[in-house]
Nanobody, 137 residues
Framework: QLMESGGGSVQNGGSLRVSCAWS??????????MGWFRQAPGKKREGVAA???????TYAESVKGRFTISKENVKTPLYLHMNGLKPDDAAVYYC???????????????????????????????WGQGTQVAVSS
């Protein structure tokens, strides 16, 4: 139901924008949040950025000042603008969505790095299929 697009390959220091949209469904809950996760080979999936229906935004420390998450309203796509890309940013980027105040609090906490994503990640209600981002040095 979530579909990402916009991944690709850039050189060190380059920029990319990835997008995420619902294929057939739009959230109707008052409380929802969406975010970006990434997973590099051999590493755990980690939170990158999150935004909720109140407009609260959280970033992982490693991307602060370089990445920007945006979403105008519940019907518009979710974007992640990535500037100053580094080889360490190379990964499969996943879009995620959660519904409810409690789940959104957990999502923000995971993105801040204060806790790991659950195994399985029950706090996330929806995942996209992922889009590859490659950064050459």
């Amino acid at each position: 139901q979530l579909m990402e697009s916009g991944g690709g390959s850039v050189q060190n220091g380059g920029s990319l924008r990835v997008s995420c949209a619902w294929s057939e469904y739009t959230l109707t809950s008052q409380w929802y949040c969406m975010g970006w996760f990434r997973q590099a080979p051999g590493k755990k999936r980690e939170g990158v950025a999150a935004i909720d229906s109140d407009g609260i935004i959280t970033y992982a420390e490693s991307v602060k000042g370089r990445f920007t998450i945006s979403k105008e309203n519940v019907k518009t796509p979710l974007y992640l603008h990535m500037n100053g890309l580094k080889p360490d940013d190379a990964a499969v980027y996943y879009c995620a969505a959660a519904v409810g105040l409690s789940s959104c609090h957990i999502l923000h906490t995971v993105v801040r790095g204060a806790r790991d994503l659950g195994e399985p990640p029950l706090e996330i209600d929806y995942w996209g299929q992922g889009t590859q981002v490659a950064v050459s040095s």
